[in-house]
């Protein structure tokens, strides 16, 4: 996160912030995605994202070469992730992906096909008891990293805080990645960012 800020400084300022007018302050997506090539520690095998909104995460996986798999319910997923696609991306091809366009707690994955599962601003979206079941299906079968970002400053976040209730509907906070920290090594912890490994 320290060289992320060095690199990109106007994040310290605002966590939401994705270009400016300011000359010499416009960071490309090429930009972003060498940031992370100078950067990794790891390769991923296979990712799955839950809650994948607009598909940023999907394409720039996509974009490093990375097989990912994507939950994301909403209505309109399929066209508002193509057109991010096209947004970032143009025309290029970038490899294949899956998409489950459906609620996490009608699908049965098998999350032992997964090295890596990313929950990037969708904890505080997904109902308990929706997700809570799969939680324990992924304790007991999922060998690898469980990485649970926001915000920085969103932590913790209250059912119907910073958005209604029907939005923000799960209490996120540290009791919950307490819950999750207890199943695996901690390897990074940080008001919203949690990484563990199982």
């Known amino acids: 996160y320290a060289a992320l800020v060095k690199a990109f400084p106007e994040i310290k300022q605002n966590e939401r912030w994705e270009n400016s007018n300011v000359p010499g302050q416009d960071y490309t997506v090429e930009d972003q995605l060498q940031f992370i090539r100078d ?95 799969q939680w324990e299906r992924i304790a007991s079968d999922f060998a690898g990293y469980f990485i649970v970002v926001n915000w920085k400053a969103y932590h913790p976040i209250a059912v119907g805080q910073f958005a209604g209730p029907h939005i923000h509907c799960r209490l996120v906070n540290d009791a919950l990645y307490d819950s999750y920290a207890s199943i695996g090594q901690t390897l990074v912890r940080d008001r919203s960012h949690l990484c563990i490994q199982l």
Do not use: W
């Open 39 to 133: 950067n990794k520690t790891r390769t991923p095998l296979r990712i799955l994202e839950i809650g994948a909104g607009r598909g940023e995460v999907i394409h720039f996986c996509r974009a490093l070469g990375l097989d990912v798999v994507a939950i994301e319910p909403g209505a309109d997923a399929v066209s508002v992730i193509e057109n991010t696609q096209k947004h970032l991306f143009g025309d290029a091809p970038l490899p294949p992906y899956v998409l489950h366009n459906d609620s996490i707690h009608n699908l049965d994955i098998d999350y032992s096909e997964f090295d890596t599962i990313l929950m990037v601003e969708s904890i505080e979206h997904i109902l308990a008891e929706h997700f809570d079941p």
